[in-house]
């Protein structure tokens, strides 16, 4: 049985101090693609109680969603589409403060407000998946939430081999 995360500390920084070693822990063992995501979002959103916690995994030209923790959710995001589709075409953090002011928004959920979306990668550096995180708050994400939120998923590299079809780009046969 898995052992309850314990969050300490008051501020941001304090509870993602306390949350990385622990995250690191719950995947330093695990093989299990599915298994590793799906316990990372339960992390995630125990330790925040953010709106929406979740992946999605480049398959086949598009994002499609893998594990999550919240509402409903949009189920493929092209490439390039979106908030989650530009960090994927970008292969970046991308911070949006308020998500109706962001370009081609898609909207799975009306009380989402602001959005982080961290690119996961392969060895190599292309993007496998990405971690998207909604809140119901404007303005709830930061660069302290980037840094942590790229750290935190960085062991799941090993998780998405170089020999899988994911693609920066998109390439029709």
């Not at 314990?6 to 299990?32: C, M, N, R, V, W």
Request: with cysteine.
């Amino acid at each position: 049985m898995a052992e309850q995360l314990i969050i300490e500390g008051s501020s941001k920084t304090e509870k993602y101090q306390t949350l990385l070693p622990q995250t690191q822990a719950l995947l330093a063992h695990e093989s299990d693609q599915t298994a590793a995501l799906a316990n990372l979002c339960a992390a995630l959103k125990m330790s925040f109680d953010w709106l929406w916690v979740g992946f999605y995994v480049v398959k086949n030209g598009e994002l499609v969603l893998a594990p999550f923790q919240g509402p409903i959710a949009c189920t493929r995001i092209p490439y390039g589409k979106g908030v989650c589709g530009t960090a994927w075409k970008e292969n970046r953090t991308l911070l949006v403060p308020d998500v109706d002011a962001f370009p081609g928004h898609i909207a799975c959920s009306s009380s989402a407000r602001s959005e982080i979306v961290v690119p996961v990668h392969t060895i190599d550096g292309k993007v496998a998946a990405v971690l998207d995180v909604d809140s119901h708050q404007l303005n709830e994400f930061d660069e302290i939430d980037a840094h942590f939120l790229e750290s935190i998923v960085t062991p799941l590299i090993r998780l998405f081999p170089n020999d899988t079809p994911y693609s920066n780009s998109i390439s029709f046969v």
